[in-house]
């Protein structure tokens, strides 16, 4: 069974940074497609990043893309966010989410994808 601890959240200004970190355990990280989610007070859990087992391929939300970068460590067995330019609307409870990637070299994007999950990381953006 995989295990996913996320870190790294907290408070930042509008405008700021920071950078979340996801260290699983249990599995063999190099085969898992990993992905960042989020969920603000009020609002479905949402999609941000997600990267492939090889880390070759990445994609963003629209509204992520050219602020957030998605990232993983194999010597590690972590993935990170790297978010930039952060905004009051990012504010929320950012999830780690991985599975298990029989397919090839794929990443997906829809929380049903995914098998394993962290327990989240609160993120506040003040302005």
């Known amino acids: 069974q995989v295990q996913l601890v996320e870190s790294g959240g907290g408070l930042v200004q509008a405008g700021g940074s920071l950078r979340l970190s996801c260290a699983a355990s249990?599995?063999?990280?190099?085969?898992?497609?990993m992905g960042w989610f989020r969920q603000a007070p009020g609002k479905e859990r949402e999609f941000v990043a997600t990267i492939s087992y090889s880390g070759g391929r990445t994609n963003y939300a629209d509204s992520m893309k050219g602020r957030f970068t998605i990232s993983r460590d194999y010597a590690k067995n972590t993935v990170y966010l790297q978010m930039n330019s952060l905004k009051p609307e990012d504010t929320a409870v950012y999830y780690c989410a991985g599975r298990n990637a029989p397919y090839g070299d794929s990443y997906y994007m829809r929380t049903y994808d995914y098998d394993y999950w962290g327990q989240g990381t609160q993120v506040t953006v003040s302005s």
């Open positions: 249990g599995g063999t990280f190099s085969t898992l497609a």
